[in-house]
């Protein structure tokens, strides 16, 4: 399924656990110290470097380019380092995050009281996935290397929806871990 | 005696963390192949096939395999009958601040774990010496994703405890880890030694080809590790499927008669690591 940033409610509702997608747009990039940094400032109640509204975080910290290149290698890192900022980042409107591994319950949740989806990409394939990415720019936070603020042009960049608005969550029912594995199959393959 | 310039090992340490970045190993490339093959699961093997696509742009282009081009780990052999001239720990590290520039890769290091600043050139490399009969000395570079050292693991079991319960250790562990470790994994174990010994043979075995030649092949313990970390079902990138675990290498060590140590480093499908002698 194609889709494009920004996301509206219409196409999250759309989006399902296990769905494969195609991002195309607009995506922020972030890791941990620009997190904790927007956290800070979400605190303090001022503004944010960027606008967040129906926006997507990667959660990635890219090599530098070599000279004629968009972007270096460029795969998602560890989504769970950020689930303590990530509630918050939704309530501000934060409509996705893309990363890889599971999620805290809390997120899990967050992402079905603020209609946001959590997507994972493939980690361990920066090369192929950085053809994917047409631009990158630094936003903010410059002096923080690799973990700035980035914004990047995404082109048919493949990831797979994790966690919908539903409550429902892929890797557990892949992995036959949850509690209502069977459960979600079952509804998915009637769908 | 021979003497061995500090500069020549500058020049081997900074050619092998580029090249380790780009080149995924023969024998992982190998084992991810076969594993495909065992593969029912479409999302499965198109996750494989994925990383054997990426390893091959990498190789073609000399964009990092993966964008964590990680911890400089450098592994020195030093053969007795060798003189090192200059300084062989400076070496190291301007190799590892050489090929940082020249290459490209990531600065993904800090100063130090509380301060926390970025150094910008990948320093300080974690060196590990040891010394060899004869007249080589041995390099061995690993670019150590942070994603799975992460989840790696050191836990003392009691003496009285055995291979049932380092076997469930070992499994909570790889699940504990899912897919942020980017399986399918090397998984590396040490048991035995000490609490630092285990954890070295630990990273040694995660870091064994897995090509080796039949009569030290993998032991009857290793397969059963094997066939129970497949079963698991996280798969490739944690989509499901069978494979979970490229390899299970296991070290062992003789140790005290109260302790067990047992230690369970992961690798990612990014295993890299180069290796040269220098005579």
Redesign the interface.
Known sequence: MKISTPLTREIVSGLHAGDRVSISGRVLGARDAAHKKLAELLASGKGLPCELHGQVIYY???????PG?AI????P??S?RMDEYTPALLEAGLRGTLG???RSERVVQACVKYQAVYF?A???????L??RITSARVIAYKE????ALWEFQFDDFPA?VINDIYGEDW?RS????GKDAAGTRQRRDSQ | MKVIKSSQIRDAVSRLWGEANFELPGDIIDALRKASRTETSPAAREVIARIVENASIAARDRIPICQDTGVPIVFVRIGRDIRIEGNMVQAIARGVRQATKQEFLRASMVNDPIERVNTGDNTPPVIHVDSEPGSKLRILVAAKGAGSENMSAVKMLKPTEGEKEIMAFVLETVKAAGAKSCPPLVVGVGIGGTFEKAAMMAKLACLRPLNRDKSTGTTRFEQKLFGEINNLGIGPAGFGGKTTALAVNVERYGCHIASLPVAVALNCHAVRRKETVLQ
């Open positions: 990635v910290g890219p090599t530098p380019p070599r290149q270096g290698s460029a795969g890192t560890t769970s890889k591994g599971q994972a493939i980690g361990g394939i920066g090369a192929f950085s053809r923080l290397g690799t973990e797979i890797y892949q992995a036959g871990t």
